[in-house]
């Protein structure tokens, strides 16, 4: 079993930040990666970034250079620094494990004016 309890999500202006928090806790190789995603065109869940374990790291296009996902093991949290955000990157934000086995219930992040 593993659980995923997302948190950090709000309202915010364009151009503006936020911090997402991912609690986690589980299996060890459930748990070797997390990742940040939201809805995309079809209603799919689009991995905005993810994190190993080890501390490698990806990222979407979209984000790149705009987000830092990092994790801390200790804390058994992932986070998701969220900065320079625009209109589009609204969505509902969901923790997942395992390769989409597992996910928490979303955080919803809303950019606008």
């Known amino acids: 079993q593993v659980q995923l309890v997302e948190s950090g999500g709000g309202l915010v202006q364009p151009g503006g930040s936020l911090r997402l928090s991912c609690a986690f806790s589980g299996s060890y190789s459930s748990t070797n990666v997390i990742g940040w995603y939201r809805r995309a065109p079809g209603n799919q869940r689009e991995l905005v970034a993810g994190?190993?374990?080890?501390?490698?790291?990806n990222y979407a296009d979209s984000v790149k250079g705009r987000f830092t996902i990092s994790r801390d093991n200790a804390k058994n949290t992932v986070y998701l620094q969220m900065n320079s955000l625009k209109p589009e990157d609204t969505s509902v934000y969901y923790c997942?494990?395992?390769?989409?086995?597992?996910w928490g219930h979303g955080t919803q992040v809303t950019v606008s004016s």
């Open positions: 994190v190993s374990r080890s501390g490698s790291t």
């Open positions: 997942g494990a395992d390769w989409g086995r597992y």
